[in-house]
């Protein structure tokens, strides 16, 4: 694993979308068309705010992400089609091809839907990040390491709903959804390069856990260390309990 600590996020935020653009141009390079995965929340802001400014043939590129909840529109603020839609392909004049995760219908359809399409696109790069409980999309512990399902129904724990509560993303912590769909652990590692973006103090035991402690389930990011091409990007504050 490649570690890198800014003084902040502003600096996280420019390193490593350098490095995804970089990775994403070699792929270009190789293949006519390639494949990303984007993530959300507040620890994409400032990657994402790099990303969209660089010079690169979107229309040659195909986005998938990692979760969506379940029962959620896409017109609500938590919304991360919302988030996609308006923090990256309106940026890039929808330049793209992408599958968004429609979580309002039948979830088990939607499963099966977006995991066959997701097997047919090899990714190239994927941009995640750590949740403050460890979580890789929405795995939260204990992790499932072993389904090689693409996309799966989950239950989202307390520590993880509340840390949405308090990102600001819903009024009060009822309203956070309880389950989503989410990119299994397994199908995030088949990305042949990972970026993972991971500020702010609230992550910092988290990311110290991942590196430092066991490889668990109970920590799922801890499974990222065994990425044969895998980039974690820290400030200052994430990276204190290292």
Same mark, same amino acid.
């Given at each position: 694993?490649?570690?890198?600590?800014?003084?902040?996020?502003?600096?996280?935020?420019?390193?490593?979308?350098?490095?995804?653009?970089?990775?994403?141009?070699?792929?270009?390079?190789?293949?006519?068309?390639?494949?990303?995965?984007?993530?959300?929340?507040?620890?994409?802001?400032?990657?994402?705010?790099?990303?969209?400014?660089?010079?690169?043939?979107?229309?040659?590129?195909?986005?998938?992400?990692?979760?969506?909840?379940?029962?959620?529109?896409?017109?609500?603020?938590?919304?991360?089609?919302?988030?996609?839609?308006?923090?990256?392909?309106?940026?890039?004049?929808?330049?793209?091809?992408?599958?968004?995760?429609?979580?309002?219908?039948?979830?088990?359809?939607?499963?099966?839907?977006?995991?066959?399409?997701?097997?047919?696109?090899?990714?190239?790069?994927?941009?995640?990040?750590?949740?403050?409980?460890?979580?890789?999309?929405? &795995?939260?512990? =204990? *992790?499932?390491?072993?389904?090689?399902?693409?996309?799966?129904?989950?239950? !989202? @724990? /307390? $520590?993880?709903?509340?840390?949405?509560?308090?990102?600001?993303?819903?009024?009060?912590?009822?309203?956070?959804?309880?389950?989503?769909?989410?990119?299994?652990?397994?199908?995030?590692?088949?990305?042949?390069?990972?970026?993972?973006?991971?500020?702010?103090?609230?992550?910092?035991?988290?990311?110290?856990?991942?590196?430092?402690?066991?490889?668990? &389930?109970?920590? =799922? *990011?801890?499974?990222?260390?065994?990425?044969?091409?895998?980039?974690?990007? !820290? @400030? /200052? $504050?994430?990276?204190?309990?290292?």
């Amino acid at each position: 694993m490649n570690i890198n600590i800014s003084k902040d996020a502003g600096e996280l935020g420019v390193t490593a979308a350098n490095q995804a653009i970089a990775l994403i141009k070699g792929a270009l390079q190789e293949k006519e068309q390639i494949n990303i995965i984007l993530a959300t929340g507040a620890s994409q802001f400032e990657v994402l705010n790099n990303l969209v400014l660089a010079d690169i043939p979107w229309e040659r590129v195909t986005m998938f992400h990692l979760d969506e909840y379940i029962g959620m529109s896409d017109s609500h603020p938590a919304s991360f089609r919302k988030y996609l839609t308006e923090r990256f392909l309106q940026k890039i004049d929808f330049r793209c091809n992408y599958h968004l995760i429609n979580g309002e219908g039948d979830a088990t359809k939607e499963c099966e839907r977006i995991s066959d399409l997701i097997l047919k696109h090899p990714i190239d790069v994927a941009l995640i990040g750590i949740g403050e409980n460890g979580h890789l999309a929405f &795995n939260d512990p =204990p *992790a499932d390491f072993d389904t090689e399902v693409p996309y799966l129904i989950v239950d !989202l @724990d /307390q $520590a993880c709903r509340q840390q949405q509560f308090g990102e600001g993303w819903f009024a009060t912590f009822d309203d956070v959804p309880v389950k989503a769909i989410s990119m299994s652990i397994r199908q995030i590692l088949k990305s042949k390069h990972l970026i993972v973006s991971v500020p702010d103090e609230r992550k910092a035991e988290a990311v110290g856990n991942a590196i430092n402690g066991p490889l668990t &389930n109970m920590c =799922p *990011a801890s499974i990222l260390r065994d990425h044969s091409s895998c980039f974690l990007y !820290l @400030d /200052q $504050a994430s990276a204190s309990k290292l």
